[in-house]
C-alpha cells in the first residue's frame, strides 16, 4: 500500500507534466476554437456540448458558462448540454439505444453553422462518435476536446484539441481548464452587451 503523500506527490506531478505539454502543443489550436465560437455565437448559432460521466459534468458545466456567465455580467449565450436532461436521455436510450442519445438530440435541434463540442477521455464512445456523424450529415461545425491520441472520434471532427495524455484524471483537469480559458477568451472578445 502506498502512502498518500506518495499518490499525491505523484499526482501532482503528472499533472504538470501534462499542463507543460499542453500549453507547449495546443495554443494555438485552442486560440483557433476561440475565434470559430466567438464568430458562430455573433450570429446566433447554437453550441451543443457533450459527454459521459465526469464529461457529461464538465460539458454542463461550460454550457452553464455560456448561458449564465463566466466572469462578466452581459446577455445570455446560446449553448445547451446535450447530457443534462434525464427525461430525453432515457427515452433516447430506451427507444433507440444508449449510442443514439446525443445524435438523435442534434438531429432534432441541430441546424446548419450551429456547433457541437464533444468531450470525452478516451475518444472511442459510440455515442460521441455517432454525435459527429450526425453533425457532420447537418453541416454542424465539431470540436472535439480528448487525449488518447483522439481514438476514433479524431476523423470524425472538423476540428480537435488533443491532450498528451492516456490518464482519464489528467484529461478531465486540461479539459476544465481549456474549457474556462475559451470560455473567458469569448467573454473577452465577443460583440455582446455587458449587464451593469
Not at 438530440?105 to 450526425?134: H, M, P, R, W, Y
Amino acid at each position: 500500500m502506498r502512502e498518500s503523500k506518495k499518490i499525491i506527490k505523484e499526482n501532482f506531478k503528472e499533472h504538470f507534466y501534462t499542463l507543460k505539454n499542453t500549453e507547449k502543443n495546443l495554443i494555438n489550436k485552442i486560440e483557433k476554437i476561440v475565434i470559430i465560437l466567438k464568430n458562430q455565437l455573433e450570429k446566433k448559432k447554437l453550441i451543443m456540448w457533450c459527454g459521459n460521466g465526469g464529461s457529461a459534468s464538465d460539458s454542463m458545466h461550460l454550457s452553464t458558462e455560456l448561458i449564465g456567465r463566466y466572469k462578466k455580467k452581459r446577455r445570455a449565450l446560446r449553448s445547451v448540454s446535450l447530457s443534462s436532461d434525464q427525461a430525453t436521455l432515457t427515452c433516447i436510450a430506451n427507444d433507440f439505444g444508449y449510442e443514439n442519445i446525443f445524435s438523435r438530440q442534434i438531429e432534432g435541434l441541430g441546424k446548419k453553422g450551429d456547433v457541437l463540442i464533444c468531450l470525452t477521455t478516451s475518444g472511442n464512445s459510440k455515442n460521441i462518435i455517432n454525435a459527429l456523424k450526425c453533425a457532420k450529415k447537418k453541416k454542424i461545425i465539431s470540436i472535439l476536446i480528448s487525449g488518447n491520441k483522439g481514438g476514433k472520434c479524431k476523423i470524425q471532427c472538423n476540428h480537435n484539441i488533443i491532450i498528451p495524455s492516456k490518464s482519464t484524471a489528467r484529461i478531465q483537469e486540461m479539459q476544465l481548464l481549456i474549457g474556462h480559458s475559451i470560455i473567458e477568451s469569448i467573454e473577452d472578445k465577443i460583440r455582446i452587451k455587458n449587464i451593469s
